[in-house]
């Protein structure tokens, strides 16, 4: 049976596209349904049953409940759900927060069922993901946002085939997503505390020696620690915290490169240029044209 009620208590600056796509992409691709950004009033509720689509709905800021699969769960900022809309649903603005800042994707397609099933194993059942720090998911929904409405220069096929690239991407960032949630079980609780720690600090000056006289233990054990447990060094894992910041503010201000540059930790400007370049193949510069950033 199906079912639809909602109450759409949204700001007039939140954004909603509708979508349409070709037929030939709906039987090969995943593909777009509609998507959005939504700034929602405490009012804000959906209460839904038999759509052939899925959702994932991303937590900017706020906060959220969502019910789902004989569970009640709250979704925070930096949390994410990707559910199965075929089923009963009912997700709301946290009446204790009273606002709730999110990003969505509703789509479907051949391949889409089997991602969706994917990340339900890998999350044993779970519905909620939280996100790392160094996830792109925030930068794929913003691409996919970014797109609309369509540039006349592309036709309708060639726009569903970018499209589909970029929900790919997604689906699968949920997935990793879910693997680092459960990986971080098996870590031992002081390599979870230094990257914990990483995670707060990632800004400061930070050397091998002062975090092991921070948590007691030899530095080359703590490296050796580290390494095996998340697959780098710490200074490597800081490398890449510092740089997902700096993308998220390349992308999101118009701040110079140096001081950009300070703030993720990193005084000297022309180290940062080249360990940007290193890793993401740009300058600094060149990422923010590409983001059309003023």
């Not at 199965?84 to 009912?90: E, L, P």
């Not at 609780?189 to 030899?218: K, M």
Request: charged share 20%; hydrophobic share 40%.
């Amino acid at each position: 049976m199906d079912i639809f009620s909602y109450n759409l208590d949204i700001k007039p600056d939140s954004l909603w596209y509708y979508v349409d796509t070709t037929a030939e992409a709906k039987a090969n691709f995943v593909y777009l349904h509609e998507l959005g950004h939504f700034k929602a009033g405490e009012k804000y509720f959906t209460i839904r049953q038999g759509l052939d689509s899925f959702l994932i709905k991303m937590t900017l800021s706020g906060g959220g409940i969502l019910e789902y699969n004989g569970q009640t769960q709250k979704i925070g900022a930096g949390q994410f759900f990707w559910i199965d809309c075929a089923n009963w649903q009912h997700y709301r603005t946290d009446p204790e927060i009273g606002h709730w800042d999110v990003v969505w994707v509703h789509f479907s397609g051949p391949t889409a069922a089997a991602y969706y099933e994917a990340y339900k194993e890998m999350f044993d059942g779970a519905t909620i993901g939280k996100l790392p720090l160094d996830s792109p998911m925030g930068m794929l929904m913003d691409m996919l946002l970014n797109r609309f409405p369509l540039s006349e220069k592309k036709s309708f096929f060639e726009a569903d085939i970018l499209n589909s690239g970029v929900l790919t991407q997604l689906m699968i960032a949920c997935i990793s997503a879910a693997q680092s949630s459960t990986e971080a079980v098996h870590i031992p609780p002081v390599v979870q505390e230094i990257r914990s720690y990483l995670n707060i600090n990632y800004d400061q000056r930070i050397t091998l020696d002062g975090l092991a006289h921070e948590f007691n233990l030899d530095s080359h054990y703590l490296q050796k620690l580290f390494k095996r447990y998340i697959n780098q060094s710490p200074a490597t894992y800081v490398i890449h915290l510092r740089m997902a910041q700096a993308k998220t503010l390349l992308r999101t201000t118009s701040q110079p490169v140096s001081e950009i540059a300070s703030r993720v930790g990193m005084d000297n400007v022309s180290h940062f240029t080249r360990t940007f370049k290193k890793l993401e193949g740009l300058t600094p510069v060149q990422y923010r044209k590409f983001w059309n950033v003023v």
